[in-house]
């Protein structure tokens, strides 16, 4: 019986490429990996936005107007909708002058009580330094 | 000996990562490690039977034949994003099984060492 943490870094621009999808797609299907696990036995994701990934955090995303695809705003909804960790650098929000009320901090809307969190990059640090393993997307 | 798993995104042809994570895997079965090997993105094109050997591409069909046969290698495609690329079911080279992404978190639960290849 144990719990394995994960990590899902994410450093890349959203839609440039496929990875930051990726990565919340990934974090994500662990609410379904108990099929595949002993009782008891499970993992728990954690996502941090850093770098030039923040920039997937941003509110009013319109992939669906212009592309017909769902948003990265709906996937980190969707992750906080099911209470997974959400960590924000705060240094490369200030780096590109962002504030907190242009991001996505929780999924309220959706029925969601879980907020991201803002964080200096010595509190992500720390979340690193307790996970099972580190994935950089 | 230790249990490795592998999420591999880049696609067969346009960058040489997937031909790395092929060669790393089969380098890590030879010593006596397990593997387990998933493909995401584009890389699930490289679960795709049929693949013909061409001197300017890369040819990983027949590495991956032959770690199958070692019983040490497990390869599974993302079948969403197969799906998507039209690598369907019947599409698919003997030997590897297609799941949803939960597959690789359970495999990353036990594996010894995570790595994940193309991430960028």
């Known amino acids: ?137 | 000996m230790g249990k490795l798993t592998m999420g591999v995104f880049p696609g067969l042809v346009g960058s040489l990562s997937l031909d790395f994570s092929v060669k790393l895997a089969e380098a890590a079965v030879k010593k006596g490690h397990t593997v387990d090997y998933w493909v995401s993105s584009n890389a699930t094109m490289l679960s795709k039977k049929g693949q013909r050997a061409f001197k300017d591409y890369s040819t990983l069909y027949k590495t991956l034949e032959e770690l199958f046969k070692t019983g040490n290698f497990k390869a599974c495609a993302c079948e969403a994003c197969a799906e998507s690329r039209g690598y369907h079911k019947e599409d698919t080279m003997e030997g590897w099984i297609r799941k949803s992404m939960d597959w690789y978190l359970a495999s990353c639960f036990d594996a010894d060492r995570v790595l994940l290849i193309g991430g960028e």
């Open chain 1, 1 to 137: 019986m144990a719990i394995k943490k994960l990590a899902f870094v994410i450093k890349s621009l959203p839609y440039k490429t496929e990875a930051s999808r990726l990565a919340m797609t990934h974090a994500i299907s662990s609410q379904t990996v108990e099929i595949y696990l002993e009782d008891g036995d499970n993992v728990e994701p954690v996502v941090c936005f850093i770098g030039d990934g923040v920039l997937n955090c941003l509110k009013n995303q319109a992939t669906a107007k212009h592309y017909d695809i769902t948003s990265l705003e709906m996937h980190i909804k969707n992750s906080l909708l099911l209470d997974l960790k959400v960590m924000i650098c705060k240094e490369d929000l200030d780096r590109f002058g962002i504030k907190e009320d242009a991001l996505i901090m929780n999924a309220e809307d959706l029925g969601g009580e879980t907020n991201a969190l803002i964080v200096p990059y010595s509190e992500i640090q720390k979340e690193l330094d307790s996970v099972n393993h580190i994935q950089m997307f």
